[in-house]
């Protein structure tokens, strides 16, 4: 079991998956924090409390191991999280969770930030890690529903919501004798916006930086690096294929990829006054991250919940939108959202239900439903002349 140290800061991580344990539970331990990892999976808890130390391990041109250590595991919903959340020497909370998760994890902080405030009235900040334009906000949303006036009053004084980019490709840990241990590739990047803290981030996390610039880092992130994700991950698993090198070593496939990226990369140069040899250069490297033989990473972990993908603002549709606001081309991009809508996987509850949507209302109506580009519309006709054509290469 592990103890944490007189003074030693502490954080509150939820989620101890392969993000919260690869990346951001890592850096928290490596910059002195004793991390709190919170989850519901309870064997995963037991792992936690009973294995020392997990690994880290780096799987790129040069290999590395890091060793972590200085965390213990509590379950979600045990009052454990509210005590630590309510100590002094916790500064900071952390989430990687998934997007849908927040709402079932707010009512948690807020409980156990009422700890905090009747325990004395010490800042903190909480930084929420998911994939989602304007997470943290979000998650603030939810926890201020179950707080009092005065405690909100509190909250907005002094309880930073800093909303964040993160981004480093963990996939789905390879089977060790440590089940702890995880597999990441080299590149990583923390982004946070400072205006969201209340309080400094002491000590400082190594790996993260503040900024004053956050949708640009958000967008850029998300409209790239998970839109061609996505798109490798749709394509690939239409043609039968399990993993995202093995999608990309698909010519036709890396095409569409590259051509949605330049698609969304002239949108984002647009709206946020990129460098266009610095985003060029920015897509490279995505793609070549991409192609990493070691991550072995799977086309079904790269497109899970279709629908969180399919949303307004998200990684598909938040691109092409941009996209057609300044009159811009989206053909590839429209291939890619089409090939999401062949995603069928029967336990994944969010393609069950898009798949079912198709048999039911039949494509056409479907992509209004899921895409909001009405019947008649160029981008709908694009969507559906795509969908058509990778269903017919299928059969
Ligand atoms: N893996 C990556 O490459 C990566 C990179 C950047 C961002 N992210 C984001 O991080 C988040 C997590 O992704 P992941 O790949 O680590 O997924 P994951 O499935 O490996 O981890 C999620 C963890 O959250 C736990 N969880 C689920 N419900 C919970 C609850 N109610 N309370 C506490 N814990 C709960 C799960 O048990 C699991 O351990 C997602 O939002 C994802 O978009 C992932
Ligand atoms: O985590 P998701 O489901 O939002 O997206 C799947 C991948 O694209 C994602 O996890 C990337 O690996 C990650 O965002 C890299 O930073």
Redesign the pocket.
């Given at each position: 079991m592990h103890e944490r140290q007189p003074n030693q800061p502490q954080a509150v991580h939820?989620?101890?998956?392969?993000?919260?344990?690869?990346?951001?539970g890592a850096l928290l331990v490596e910059s002195g924090y004793f991390v709190v990892f919170?989850?519901?999976?309870t064997k995963?808890i037991k792992e936690l409390n009973t294995h020392d130390s997990y690994e880290v391990h780096v799987l790129d041109e040069t290999e590395r191991t890091e060793e972590i250590h200085s965390y213990s595991g509590v379950l979600?919903?045990a009052d454990e999280v509210l005590h630590a959340i309510a100590q002094p020497h916790t500064r900071l909370i952390t989430?990687?969770?998934?997007?849908n998760?927040l709402v079932?994890?707010a009512p948690?902080i807020a409980k156990g930030l009422q700890e905090r405030l009747a325990a004395g009235d010490s800042p903190l900040n909480i930084i929420?890690?998911?994939?989602?334009v304007g997470?943290t906000e979000t998650l603030g949303k939810y926890v201020r529903r179950y707080l009092s006036d005065e405690e909100n009053a509190w909250l907005g004084d002094k309880v930073g919501f800093a909303n964040c980019s993160?981004?480093?490709?963990?996939?789905?840990?390879a089977q060790t004798e440590n089940p702890l241990d995880v597999g990441?590739e080299d590149f990583s990047e923390w982004a946070v916006d400072r205006s969201g803290l209340r309080t400094p981030i002491e000590p400082p996390v190594r790996g993260m930086t503040l900024t004053d610039a956050l949708p640009a880092y958000i967008e850029r992130k998300l409209y790239t690096l998970?839109c061609g994700h996505a798109i490798a991950a749709y394509l690939g698993f239409a043609h039968g294929l399990d993993r995202i090198d093995q999608a990309l070593a698909n010519t036709a496939i890396l095409q569409d990829v590259r051509g949605a990226l330049g698609e969304s990369g002239a949108a984002l140069v647009r709206k946020h006054g990129f460098d266009e040899r610095e985003h060029e250069q920015y897509v490279e490297r995505a793609l070549h991250r991409f192609v990493n033989p070691k991550l072995h990473?799977d086309v079904v972990?790269v497109g899970r919940q279709p629908l969180r993908k399919l949303a307004k603002g998200d990684r598909l549709l938040g691109p092409t939108v941009m996209a057609r606001e300044y009159g811009l081309p989206v053909d590839h991009l429209a291939r890619g959202i089409a090939a999401a809508f062949l995603f069928d996987l029967k336990d994944d509850p969010q393609s069950v239900e898009l798949i079912g949507k198709v048999d039911e209302v039949g494509i056409e109506r479907a992509v209004v439903e899921y895409t909001g580009f009405e019947a008649g519309s160029d981008v709908h006709g694009k969507i559906v002349e795509a969908y058509l054509q990778l269903k017919e290469s299928k059969t």
């Open positions: 939820f989620g101890a998956g392969n993000i919260g344990r690869g990346f951001i919170a989850d519901v999976d995963l979600s919903h989430t990687a969770v998934g997007p998760v079932r994890i948690i929420a890690c998911e994939n989602m997470q993160v981004d480093r490709i963990v996939p789905a840990a990441v998970n990473d972990r």
